[in-house]
C-alpha cells in the first residue's frame, strides 16, 4: 500500500507543479500587457502635451544688429553684444538671425551672433 500512496502522490504533485507553472506564466503575461498598455499611454499623453505646448511663432521683429561704429556705447538690455556683417544690409542680417532663432527654438536675446558673411 505504500507504494500506491507514493505513486497517487507523485501524481499530485505533478499536477500540483503544472498548476503553479501555469499560474505564473498567467501573472508574468498580465503583468507583460500591463506594462505595454502604461507605455502607449504614457506615449499617447507625451504626443497630447507636446501639441499642447508648441511654440507659438514670434511676432515681434527682433533689433537690428547695431553695425560697429567708432563710439562704444554699451550693449541694449538683453542682447548679446555687436556683430559683423560682411556685405550683408542690416534688414536682412535681422531675417537671418530670426530665422535661425526660430528653427533653434530659442529667443533672439539667447542667442549670440558674432558675424554675419555672405557666401558668393
Known amino acids: ?3 500506491v500512496a507514493l505513486i497517487i502522490s507523485l501524481e499530485e504533485m505533478a ?3 503544472v498548476t503553479a507553472v501555469l499560474g505564473y506564466a498567467v501573472v508574468f503575461v498580465g503583468l507583460i500587457l500591463l506594462l505595454a498598455v502604461v507605455i ?10 507636446k501639441k499642447a505646448e508648441a511654440p507659438v511663432p514670434a511676432v515681434a521683429a527682433p533689433a537690428a544688429p547695431a553695425a ?3 563710439v562704444a556705447s554699451p550693449p541694449a538690455p538683453g542682447s548679446a553684444g555687436e556683430v559683423k556683417l ?3 544690409p542690416d534688414k536682412e ?3 537671418i538671425m530670426a530665422i535661425v532663432a526660430d528653427k533653434m527654438g530659442k529667443p533672439l536675446n539667447e ?4 558675424s554675419i558673411k555672405e557666401v558668393k
Do not use: E, I, Q, W
Open 1 to 3: 500500500m505504500n507504494t
Open 15 to 17: 499536477k500540483a507543479g
Open 40 to 49: 502607449l499611454t504614457g506615449k499617447a499623453m507625451a504626443a497630447t502635451n
Open 68 to 70: 560697429p561704429s567708432s
Open 86 to 88: 560682411f556685405d550683408v
Open 93 to 95: 542680417a535681422a531675417m
Open 111 to 114: 542667442l549670440r551672433f558674432k
